[in-house]
């Protein structure tokens, strides 16, 4: 093989994953930008109704216990008179 025809191909292949870098390398840049205004998905109704009821059940739930521990607090045994007899 003539090295100068070596050479030849090595700089063919050179430029080629020269250019492959550069086709990766922006294709980095634009993967890492951030993307914006996506927001929120919005719940269809459904889902809102379902989270409703859920709701419910829990402020239900720690209704009923803070009723019982204010009922376990209570005391059963009046005060003191203050009227003397």
């Not at 294709?27 to 930008?33: D, I, L, P, Q, R």
Request: positive net charge; charged residues 35%.
């Amino acid at each position: 093989m003539d090295i100068y025809k070596a050479i030849l191909e090595l700089k063919a292949e050179l430029n080629r994953i020269d250019r492959a870098i550069a086709a990766l390398e922006q294709k980095g840049e634009a993967e890492a930008t951030p993307r914006r205004g996506r927001g929120r998905r919005a719940w269809n109704a459904d889902a809102r109704l379902a989270a409703a009821e859920r709701m419910k059940k829990y402020w239900e739930l720690r209704r009923q216990k803070a009723e019982a521990a204010a009922a376990s607090n209570s005391y059963s045994a009046s005060p003191p008179s203050t009227e003397s007899t």
